[in-house]
């Protein structure tokens, strides 16, 4: 597995030229990105806070002026404080302690926040999202992803196939659940902690109670890009987080991308639901 670590021991040149095209390997990240740039375009000149922002930050994608990294692991946050000042970006860069649902920053001190797969993981995500809120000044934007409960799944041929061959090629933990896609979500609610996924109207509604104007909101990961996800998790021959497997992954990820990007029209249902909001002005 590629770490912070591993990246740093590269020559510079080789290291940050692997630290800008890792979204180009993550199907998930990428999608999320396409669908960024497209709503709210290159804008340079904002100050944005990275809720979650973990060893990577998102922020690393886009040209912001200003980018404040939240994350409540002082590990993560340390690994990514090395890794912008190793890229010579340590002063677009600051970096603070803290969770979705209290952070020590000011009221309507920001004018953009990105939540990338972190609501699902939130317990209290009702209270994340009015925080995200409190910092936001009016009309600030909100780029949030999570998590869509609501599609089945693009391989879903696999479930009609005898159940010896299921468990030949499906790990172990899919098989002696209700369906494989029950197995599949289960799975990924453990290894990742996921709390809860969300339905579009859910999510939508939620956000309106915290105060956002909803402006855009898209499925995404579906068709090609769904099977490549679901193989990568479900297979016993794939593992997205571990070895050659990973390695098989993203290779696949980065030449089927223009193929996945056929199907991605926003309208079927997919692994990911992302929304746009601007905190609304006060009357």
Not at 72 to 93: I, K, N, P, V, W
Not at 254 to 267: H, N, R, S, T
């Amino acid at each position: 597995m590629i770490t912070i670590e591993h990246v740093l021991g590269l020559p510079r040149w080789l290291g940050r030229t692997l630290v800008r095209h890792l979204p180009v390997l993550n199907l998930h990240r990428r999608l999320e990105l396409r669908l960024l740039k497209r709503w709210l375009g290159d804008s340079r000149d904002r100050k944005v806070l990275d809720l979650g922002c973990g060893r990577i930050p998102y922020g690393l994608k886009l040209p912001w002026d200003s980018v404040l990294a939240v994350d409540m692991s002082a590990e993560s946050l340390g690994a990514a404080e090395r890794l912008t000042e190793y890229l010579g970006l340590d002063g677009t860069f600051s970096y603070v302690a803290g969770c979705a649902t209290a952070s020590p920053l000011q009221d309507a001190s920001l004018e953009g926040v990105v939540c990338i797969c972190v609501l699902e993981h939130v317990e209290e995500d009702r209270l994340a999202l009015e925080e995200m809120h409190r910092v936001l000044e009016p009309d600030g934007f909100l780029f949030l992803s999570v998590d869509c409960d609501e599609r089945e799944l693009a391989l879903d041929w696999v479930e009609r196939l005898p159940v010896w061959v299921k468990r030949a090629l499906a790990h172990h933990w899919a098989t002696p659940a209700k369906s494989l896609r029950e197995g599949l979500f289960d799975h990924l609610a453990d290894r990742y902690e996921v709390v809860r996924r969300y339905s579009a109207q859910e999510l939508q509604s939620t956000l309106e109670e915290a105060g956002f104007k909803v402006v855009k909101s898209s499925y995404y990961l579906v068709g090609l890009g769904a099977a490549i996800h679901e193989a990568g998790h479900m297979f016993r021959f794939m593992d997205v987080e571990e070895g050659l497997s990973r390695v098989i992954y993203w290779l696949v990820s980065l030449f089927a991308y223009p193929l996945v990007i056929l199907g991605e029209d926003g309208k079927r249902k997919g692994h990911g639901l992302a929304f746009f909001a601007i905190k609304k002005a006060a009357v």
